[in-house]
């Protein structure tokens, strides 16, 4: 008895101290990534386009910054789920929007709950996709007037330079890899036993 719990102890003791490590190079890569990607769709929301109206900065890009440069690792974090995430959720918002826009108090929860539906239903599952589905709905006249076009920009616009820059980013050093090779093995070794 004294010799497994002695193993579960030394197991639970170098997971603590595992995950209590710091690493400053992974820090540094997504601290850069992520505020080259949010400084590119500021500069661009403010400086660029603020004469034309357009508005290119969500909320919910700040949580896909999270999940895209910090938890590169996690499937929620990969390519198919952050722009499929954000897309199906946007049409979606806008959607609902339009159907039901006199009722936010029934559009809001709606537009997210289907947009969990949405990506499940896609295998794209993103938790910042839910925030772009309850923009659309309660973003104000700037967001709600925009329609469709909302999927489009600032959504389209603002994930593709989100992409872009992890790109960029999480390949410089060695340790990092966006997206995820396992993952990409994973879903070719999945359709392969479909055919």
Not at 55 to 80: E, H, M, N, R
Not at 154 to 171: D, M, Q, R, Y
Request: charged share 15%; proline share 4%; with cysteine.
């Amino acid at each position: 008895m004294s010799i497994k719990k002695n193993k579960v102890y030394r197991r639970t003791r170098y997971l603590l101290y595992k995950e209590t490590l710091v690493d400053f190079n992974e820090h540094l890569w997504a601290f850069i990534g992520s505020f080259v990607g949010l400084a590119t769709i500021c500069y661009l929301h403010y400086q660029a386009f603020s004469q034309y109206d357009l508005t290119l900065l969500i909320g919910s890009f700040g949580a896909s910054c999270v999940l895209i440069y910090g938890a590169i690792g996690s499937p929620l974090a990969q390519p198919k789920n952050l722009f499929f995430g954000h897309l199906i959720s946007a049409v979606i918002g806008v959607s609902v929007y339009k159907l039901l826009g006199d009722y936010i108090w029934i559009a809001a929860p709606l537009a997210v709950s289907l947009s969990i539906i949405g990506m499940q239903m896609a295998k794209s599952l993103h938790p910042p996709g839910g925030a772009t589905a309850l923009i659309a709905v309660t973003g104000g006249s700037s967001i709600t007037n925009l329609g469709y076009t909302y999927v489009l920009s600032p959504v389209l616009t603002g994930v593709t330079i989100l992409f872009i820059a992890a790109l960029l980013f999480n390949n410089i050093p060695h340790k990092r890899q966006y997206p995820v090779k396992s993952f990409i093995l994973l879903h070719r070794i999945k359709r392969r036993k479909k055919r």
